[in-house]
C-alpha cells in the first residue's frame, strides 16, 4: 500500500492540485504571485529558453526556505487533500482485545474507516465540498483542533502518519513552482474548452487517488517569470 501511495497517489495529487487552482481563479493567482516572488528571490539572474531552467537556479535553496515562502500554496494542498481522500483506512488489531465504542475488536481483526466521514463532515467543515483553503490557516485550524480535535486524516494519524510525508510534500511543492513558474497553464475540457468546474472523481480504485469521472487535458505556454512574457 505504501508503494502504491508514493507511485500514484503524489502524481494523481499534484494534478488535481492544479484542477482546483485553474478552477477557482482568485487562489491561483494567489498561488502564482507567491510562486513567482519566490523564484525571483531565489534566482540570481533571469531564466530564458532553451538555456538555464529555474530548477537549476533553486536547486540549492533549503527545503526549509521553500516551505517558508510558499504558504499559501501548501493550504491549498491540504484543502486538496481534504477532498480527494474520502475513501477508507483499513488497520488490523494486532495487539489485545479491544472495544471501539461497544464493538469488540478482536486480535488480528481488520477496521475500516471511512475518512469522508470526517473530512466531508459539515459539522467540522461548513459546505464540505467546497474549495476554500481558508480553512487551514493557522487560526482557522486550531479553532477546529479545539472543538473536534482530530479532524484530518489525509496523512494518517498518530502512530501511523506516513512515513512519505515529508518527500511527498517536497515533490508536491517542486512540480507546482516549476510548473507554474515556466509555463502558463490552461486545465481544458474534453471539448477544449477553458475548466470552469472540477470534475467528480471517479472514486473507483480502493487506498489511491482516483481520476477524474471527465477527460480533462493540459494547455501550457512557456514563459519568463523574469519577463512577465510568454513563448508558446
Not at 527545503?63 to 475513501?87: C, K
Amino acid at each position: 500500500m505504501m508503494l502504491f501511495a508514493s507511485v500514484t497517489n503524489t502524481g494523481g495529487v499534484t494534478c488535481w492540485l492544479l484542477l482546483y487552482l485553474e478552477a477557482n481563479p482568485a487562489w491561483k493567482t494567489r498561488v502564482q504571485d507567491e510562486i513567482n516572488q519566490f523564484v525571483r528571490s531565489q534566482c540570481s539572474q533571469a531564466v530564458h529558453f532553451p538555456g538555464d531552467c529555474v530548477g537549476v537556479s533553486i536547486a540549492e535553496v533549503p527545503i526549509t526556505t521553500l516551505e517558508q515562502e510558499t504558504p499559501t500554496l501548501d493550504i491549498v494542498l491540504q484543502e486538496t487533500l481534504r477532498l480527494l481522500l474520502d475513501g477508507a483506512f483499513m488497520r488490523r488489531n494486532m495487539g489485545d482485545e479491544l472495544f471501539v465504542g461497544k464493538t469488540r475488536v478482536k486480535p488480528g481483526a481488520f477496521l475500516m474507516y471511512h475518512t469522508g466521514d470526517l473530512h466531508l463532515n459539515p459539522d467540522i467543515y461548513p459546505e464540505p465540498h467546497r474549495f476554500d483553503p481558508e480553512r487551514w490557516l493557522p487560526e482557522a485550524a486550531e479553532q477546529r483542533q479545539l472543538q473536534h480535535g482530530l479532524s484530518f486524516l489525509g496523512w494518517g494519524a498518530a502512530r501511523h502518519v506516513c512515513v512519505g510525508k515529508k518527500a511527498a510534500t517536497l515533490m508536491i511543492r517542486m512540480i507546482a513552482v516549476m510548473v507554474m513558474a515556466t509555463h502558463k497553464v490552461t486545465i481544458l475540457d474534453a471539448s477544449g474548452n477553458r475548466l470552469s468546474e472540477v470534475p467528480r472523481s471517479k472514486n473507483d480504485r480502493l487506498f489511491k487517488v482516483c481520476r477524474p469521472s471527465e477527460n480533462v487535458s493540459m494547455k501550457y505556454e512557456r514563459r519568463n517569470v523574469f519577463a512577465n512574457s510568454t513563448n508558446t
